[in-house]
C-alpha cells in the first residue's frame, strides 16, 4: 500500500510535468489540442494526490506503525478524530496536504473555466502547474510521507521494521479546533494561488481589460475568508489550549500567517480602484504576486524553522527548497511585469485627495505599512545575523507600537471610505454624511470617559467602532428607505431587499462590521487582569468581583491520557455561579503534560482559569486566573465575518433577470447614482441593480 | 500634479510616525540570541543587553531555592550558571538533560537572570533532527508547545 501511495504521488508530479512542458508547448506552437491534453493533466494531478491523500488516511485507520509518518504522529489508542487529523500533524503531512488543497483548487479553477478564456487558460494551467510542480517535488523526493521505517540489513535486502505502537499525536493537538484550523488556513495559503495564476497569465499573455480581476473576484475573497477564518481559529486554540490566557503573541508562526492576509486585504480594496477607475494596474498585479509568495513565506516559516532557530527544535533542510522557490517565482514576476509593463498603464489619474480612490490608496498604504513592519520584526532575528552577525529578535511592544496606531487609522479609513465619492467629494456632501455619525462616536468616547476610561487606545477604538457602525448602519438605512418608499414595503423588508441587490458592497460592509466587533474585542486586552496563587482545599482567590474558592483536586485517567484535576467553585458577589475544573494531563504514548484550561466565557469577560502545575518549593498546586474581558466578541466577529463573505460571494439578485452575453461581455461596470442618496452612490455592478 | 504631492507628504508624514514607533518598539523589545561561549567573550556594553540564550541543564544541577530555581545550562563544554525568577511553574518538561531556552540578562557577578524558561525534552526529538518537531501544527508556535509560558506575555 505504501508502493501505491508513493507511486500515485511520483505519477502526479509527472503529470504536473507535463502540464508544465505540455501547456508551454501548446502555447508556442498555437496547438489546441496540445493545450488541452496540459490543462487535462493539470486537473488528473488533482486525482493522483487524492490518491495518495486516502492511502495515507487509510495506513492511519489501519495503525500501520511500519510507516515513519504514521508512527510519529499515531497511536492505537488515538480517538479516529484526531487520526484523520494526523495526516496534517507533521511536516510530510503537511506538505502532501498543501499540494492536495492546490490540486483541488487547480482542478476547479481548470474545470470551471476549460471553455472560457481560451486566450488566457494556458497561461494559468502553466502557472498552476508550475506551482505544483515545486510542492509535489517536496512531496516525492525530499519530505515524503511514505517513508518505510526499517532499511537494508547485512545482505543487502530491504526490510521493514513495524513499531507495535507509534508515539502518538502530540497532545497540543488533540484539540477539535486543530483538525479544522490547518484546513483552513492552507486553504487560504493555497487559494491564494488561483488569483495569482490569473494574474501572471493576464500579464504574460497580455490579456485585455481588467477580466482577470472579474474572475478571480470570488476565488479571492474565498481565500481570504479561509485565510481569516484559519488566523481566528488558531488564535482560539492557541488562547483554549496552550494555557497562557492570550489568543497571539506575534509569534514568527502567527505572522506568517498574518502576512498574506493583510497584502490580501490590501488588494481586495485596491482591485476596485481597477475595475471602476482603471488605475492601479501595476500596484494590483504586484500586491497578488506578493500575496502568493508571502503565502509560501508563511509556509516555509511554519515548516522550516529559519525564525526560532536558536531553539533548534525545528531545523530542517526544507527551508532552502522555499528560498529557492520563492527566488524563481520573484524573477518570473519581475521578468513578466518588465516585458509588459506597458500594458499596465494607468487610465486615470488621483482627482482629489478627499475621494474614494485617495482613501483606498492610505488603505493600501497603511496596510502594506503593517504588513512590512510584520514581515521586518518576523524576520529580524534572520536580517540581523545577516549584516550585524549578532541575532537579535524583537518582541510584542515592536508590533504593538506598530500595528495597533495602523489599526486604528485603518478602522477610521473603514468608516470614512465608503463615505466619499468617487473622483472628488464636496465639503458639503462631507459634512452631512460625517456630522452625524463622528458625533455619535465622539459623544460615546466623552460618555466612557466621563465614566473613568483613560486608556488612549482603546478609547479611540470606542470612538471609531461606534462611529464606522453608525457609518455602516446609515449606508443600509439611506439605502433601504428609497427602495422602501418606492416600492411600498417595510424597512426590514427593503434591508434584505438592498442588500441582494448589491451583495458585494453590503456584503463588504458586513464584513467591516465584523472586523469592528474583532477590533472591540482585542481591545478589551487593555484592561486583562491575572492572578496566580498557590491553592489547596478550602483556598480563596479573588480576581474581579470572582472569588474562586478551591474544592479538591482528584485524578481521572483513560487509555490515552491521565489527569489530574482542580474542582474550583466560582463565586461571584459572595454567590455561588459555577464549577471550573482545570486539568493537566499526562499523555500516556507521547510521555507529555499537558494543561486543560477550563474558561467561562460571557460577552462581557472571561474568567479563564488555568492549573498551571505544582509549586517546586511546596509541591502545592498553583492556580493561575486572568480575567479577560470581551474576547467572545473575537469569535463572534469571525462568525459575522464568514456571513458577510458568504453575502457578497452570492449573485446579485436582478443579475439573474438580465440576459448576459456571451463571454462575460456585461462585466462592464455601469455608474448610477443611487436616487434620493445624498452621496453619489458606489458604483453598482451589472445592470439593474438600484433602477 | 498638486493632488498627488498632497498625498505624498500625507504619507511621508504617516511613514515617518511609524517608522518612530517602530523604532521605539524596537529599542524596548530587542533581545540578543548569544550561545553560552559567546557571553564570556561579550564585550562590557553588549553585557546589558536583554538576551536568549539556549543549552542543555546538566544532570542534578536543578535546585529548587526560595522564591528562584538555579540550574547550570551546559553547551559544547561550557557552562552558564542561571537563576529562574520568573512566576510561573517551570515548565513539566524541564529536567536534567532538557534542551532549554532562557530569556533574561546577566548579573554582575556573571551569572544569568532568567525571567523565561522553555524546555523541551531532548528524547522525543532526537530521533528525527531532520523532521519538524513531532506535531507542530501548521500556523502554530514551534516554541509554544510543551511549555505554557511564551513571550506573549513579556
Redesign the interface.
Known amino acids: 500500500m505504501d508502493i501505491f501511495g508513493s507511486f500515485a504521488l511520483l505519477l502526479a508530479f509527472l503529470a504536473a510535468v507535463y502540464a508544465f512542458v505540455g501547456g508551454i508547448a501548446g502555447i508556442l506552437t498555437r496547438r489546441a489540442l496540445l493545450t488541452k491534453s496540459a490543462l487535462n493533466a493539470g486537473m488528473a494531478v488533482f486525482g493522483l494526490v487524492t490518491l495518495a491523500v486516502g492511502s495515507l488516511e487509510y495506513f492511519f485507520f489501519t495503525d500501520n506503525f511500519s510507516l515513519a509518518y504514521v508512527s ?2 499515531s497511536n492505537t489508542a488515538l480517538p479516529p478524530f484526531y487520526k484523520f487529523a494526523a495526516l ?5 503531512g ?1 506538505l502532501l496536504f498543501w499540494s492536495w488543497l492546490l490540486s483541488i483548487y487547480a482542478f476547479w479553477a481548470l474545470f470551471l473555466n476549460r471553455k472560457k478564456h481560451p486566450e488566457l487558460m494556458p497561461y494559468v494551467g502553466v502557472t498552476l502547474a508550475g506551482v505544483q510542480i515545486f510542492f509535489l517535488t517536496l512531496n516525492n523526493f525530499v ?1 515524503t510521507p511514505f517513508k518505510v521505517l526499517g532499511g537494508l540489513d547485512a545482505s543487502g535486502a530491504m526490510h521493514v521494521a513495524r513499531l507495535s505502537e507509534g ?1 502518538g ?2 497532545p ?2 488533540q484539540y477539535p479546533e ?1 483538525v479544522i ?2 484546513p483552513m ?2 486553504s487560504g495559503y493555497t487559494g491564494f494561488t488561483v488569483p495569482f495564476a490569473f494574474a501572471l497569465a493576464a500579464l504574460l499573455g497580455r490579456y485585455p481589460g481588467e477580466k482577470w480581476i472579474h474572475i478571480t473576484r470570488r476565488w479571492t475573497m474565498v481565500a481570504w475568508c479561509f485565510q481569516s477564518v ?2 481566528l481559529l ?1 488564535a482560539h ?2 488562547y483554549a489550549v ?5 489568543y ?7 505572522n ?2 498574518f502576512l498574506p492576509w493583510i497584502t490580501g486585504t490590501a488588494f481586495l480594496h485596491s482591485v476596485m480602484m481597477q475595475e471602476k477607475r482603471g488605475m492601479m494596474k501595476v500596484w494590483n498585479v504586484w500586491l497578488v504576486f506578493v500575496t502568493f509568495m508571502l503565502c509560501i513565506l508563511g ?1 516555509m516559516l ?2 522550516s ?1 529559519v525564525v ?1 532557530s ?8 526544507i527551508g532552502g527548497w522555499f528560498v529557492g522557490f520563492l527566488a524563481v517565482v520573484f524573477l518570473v514576476c519581475l521578468a513578466a511585469w518588465w516585458k509588459n509593463r506597458d500594458y499596465l498603464r494607468s487610465d486615470n ?5 478627499v475621494s474614494r480612490e ?1 482613501s483606498f ?2 488603505n493600501n ?2 496596510l502594506l ?1 503593517a504588513c512590512f ?1 510584520v514581515l ?1 520584526g518576523t524576520l529580524f ?1 534572520v536580517l540581523s545575523e545577516w549584516v550585524t552577525n ?13 500595528t495597533v ?2 489599526a486604528m ?1 485603518l478602522l477610521f479609513l473603514t468608516g470614512v471610505g465608503p463615505l466619499l465619492a468617487w473622483r472628488k467629494t464636496s465639503l458639503d456632501a462631507l459634512q452631512r454624511n460625517f456630522a452625524w455619525p463622528l458625533g455619535g462616536g465622539v459623544l460615546a468616547g466623552a460618555v466612557a470617559f466621563a465614566f473613568g476610561f483613560r486608556e488612549f487606545y482603546p478609547l479611540i477604538c470606542l470612538i471609531m467602532s461606534v462611529f464606522v457602525t453608525l457609518t455602516i448602519l446609515a449606508e443600509f438605512y439611506r439605502g433601504a428607505r428609497v427602495i422602501a418608499s418606492r416600492d411600498g414595503t417595510n424597512l426590514l423588508t427593503a434591508v434584505g431587499e438592498l442588500t441582494m441587490r448589491n451583495t458585494r458592497r453590503y456584503g463588504g460592509y458586513v464584513v467591516h462590521f465584523a472586523m469592528v466587533l474583532i477590533f472591540i474585542g482585542i481591545a478589551g486586552s487593555a484592561f486583562n487582569q491575572d492572578i ?1 496563587k498557590e491553592m489547596g482545599p478550602g483556598d480563596t482567590l479573588v480576581i474581579g468581583k470572582y472569588t474562586i474558592l478551591c474544592q479538591n483536586f482528584d485524578q481521572v485517567s483513560n487509555n490515552n491520557y491521565q489527569s489530574e484535576r482542580a474542582t474550583l467553585e466560582i463565586l461571584r458577589n459572595g454567590r455561588s455561579e459555577m464549577m471550573l475544573y482545570p486539568e493537566r494531563r499526562f499523555f500516556l504514548a ?4 499537558e ?1 486543560m484550561v477550563a474558561v467561562q466565557s460571557s460577552p462581557l469577560r472571561d474568567l479563564y482559569v ?1 492549573y ?6 511546596t509541591n502545592r498546586p ?1 492556580i ?1 486566573a486572568y480575567l479577560n474581558p470581551l474576547v467572545k466578541w473575537i469569535w463572534f466577529g469571525g462568525i459575522v465575518l464568514v456571513l458577510g463573505t458568504g453575502l457578497a460571494l452570492m449573485p446579485n439578485r436582478r443579475a439573474a433577470l438580465v440576459l448576459r452575453p456571451a463571454g462575460e461581455a456585461s462585466w462592464g461596470a455601469v455608474t448610477q447614482g443611487a436616487p434620493g442618496s445624498p452621496a453619489p452612490s458606489p458604483v453598482v455592478r451589472r445592470s439593474g441593480a438600484h433602477d | 500634479m498638486k ?2 504631492s ?2 505624498l507628504v ?2 511621508g508624514i ?2 515617518a ?2 517608522l518612530a ?2 523604532y ?3 529599542t ?7 550561545t553560552i561561549s559567546e557571553i564570556s567573550a561579550l564585550p562590557a556594553p553588549s553585557l546589558h543587553q536583554r538576551m ?1 540564550v ?1 543549552g542543555n541543564v546538566r544532570a542534578g544541577s536543578i535546585a ?3 522564591g528562584r ?1 538555579d540550574f547550570v545550562l551546559e553547551e559544547q563544554g561550557k557552562n552558564l550558571a542561571v537563576s529562574y525568577v520568573g ?7 524541564f529536567k536534567d538533560g532538557a ?1 532549554a ?1 532562557v530569556e533574561g540578562r546577566l548579573n554582575p557577578q556573571g551569572s544569568f537572570v532568567a525571567e523565561q524558561v ?1 524546555a ?2 531532548a528524547s ?2 532526537e530521533a ?19 511549555a ?7
Open positions: 510519529a504522529h496534517w500533524a507533521g511536516q510530510e503537511s519530505a508515539s499525536l502530540n497540543l493537538l486543530m484550523h490547518p488556513l492552507y484559519g488566523i488558531g486554540w492557541a496552550l494555557g497562557w490566557g492570550g497571539w503573541a506575534w509569534d514568527p508562526v502567527e506568517a500567517s509556509t511554519t515548516r524553522g526560532s536558536v531553539h533548534a527544535f525545528a531545523e530542517s533542510s489619474q488621483l482627482d482629489s485627495l485617495s490608496l492610505f498604504l497603511i505599512a513592519a521586518w532575528p549578532n541575532k537579535i529578535s524583537v518582541g510584542p511592544p515592536f508590533f504593538n507600537k506598530v496606531p495602523i487609522f496566580q507521547s510521555q507529555v503534560t494543561t488555568v498551571a502545575g505544582r509549586s517546586p518549593e498553583v493561575h | 493632488t498627488r498632497k498625498f500625507g504619507s504617516i511613514i510616525t511609524l514607533l517602530a521605539v518598539g524596537y524596548q523589545s530587542k533581545t540578543y540570541y548569544h536568549r539556549s529548587h531555592l526560595d530555581v512566576r510561573d511553574p517551570l515548565p513539566d518538561t534542551q531556552l522553555q523541551k525534552c522525543k526529538y528525527a533532527p531532520n523532521s519538524a518537531p513531532a506535531g507542530t501544527p501548521p500556523g502554530q508556535s514551534m516554541n509554544q508547545s510543551g505554557p509560558i511564551d513571550g506573549g506575555k513579556s
